[in-house]
T-cell receptor
Framework: GAGVSQSPSNKVTEKGKDVELRCDPI?????LYWYRQSLGQGLEFLIY??????PDKSGLPSDRFSAERTGGSVSTLTIQRTQQEDSAVYLCASRPSWGAGNTIYFGEGSWLTVV | AQSVAQPEDQVNVAEGNPLTVKCTYSVSGNPYLFWYVQYPNRGLQFLLK??????LVKGSYGFEAEFNKSQTSFHLKKPSALVSDSALYFC????????????FGSGTKLNVKP
């Protein structure tokens, strides 16, 4: 696609429920990132994929968080047993593997509210 | 360790005046540096990057940034601010040792008043 696509754009869920957030990267981009941004704050790295593998998942805040990527394309971030502190914007980004200094491009984000 | 700092949480400037948003970095070797802008309720948009070559980099929407190796800075500038430039700005550095890592600053909120 033309840009990084994320869905849902907005999600309100009850505490304790599971949520899935989807990211469709730019076509041909092999690297994919998930970040979290709390209201008006900076970016918190969650996980990085190269192809379907995740060589760096150091930013996942707890074992309630998991992510997978299939076919070297779409990625899903799953949050189990959501808590109110999980409320944030979840940003996905992708970049091509070639080219020194290549840029990561972000989607519009999935706004998660846990009530 | 690689890192980037944005020392100002907020910058206020009058429309038509020049603006500067500051960024300093700490990396080993030569850095790859980036600026992104985030408008309210939107994702981050790429503005410009420094890889090598000219220290003055020009980007989108009339923005430019100057790489200063001796001061380890990469300040974002625009000669004449617009109200529509009001947004959150993020500086980022890419780790040359670990190519996959991008480190983002904490962000600077730019307010341009009419």
């Amino acid at each position: 696609g033309a840009g990084v696509s994320q869905s849902p754009s907005n999600k309100v869920t009850e505490k304790g429920k599971d949520v899935e957030l989807r990211c469709d990267p730019i076509s041909g981009h092999t690297a994919l990132y998930w970040y979290r941004q709390s209201l008006g704050q900076g970016l918190e790295f969650l996980i990085y994929f190269q192809g379907n593998s995740a060589p760096d998942k150091s930013g996942l805040p707890s074992d309630r968080f998991s992510a997978e990527r299939t076919g070297g394309s779409v990625s899903t971030l799953t949050i189990q047993r959501t808590q109110q502190e999980d409320s944030a914007v979840y940003l996905c980004a992708s970049r091509p593997s070639w080219g020194a200094g290549n840029t990561i491009y972000f989607g519009e984000g999935s706004w998660l509210t846990v009530v | 360790a690689q890192s980037v700092a944005q020392p100002e949480d907020q910058v206020n400037v009058a429309e038509g005046n020049p603006l500067t948003v500051k960024c300093t970095y700490s990396v080993s070797g030569n850095p790859y540096l980036f600026w992104y802008v985030q408008y309210p309720n939107r994702g981050l948009q790429f503005l410009l990057k420094y890889i090598t070559g000219d220290n003055l980099v020009k980007g989108s929407y009339g923005f430019e940034a100057e790489f200063n190796k001796s001061q380890t800075s990469f300040h974002l500038k625009k000669p004449s601010a617009l109200v529509s430039d009001s947004a959150l700005y993020f500086c980022a550095v890419r780790d040359r040792d670990n190519f996959n890592k991008f480190y983002f600053g904490s962000g600077t909120k730019l307010n341009v008043k009419p």
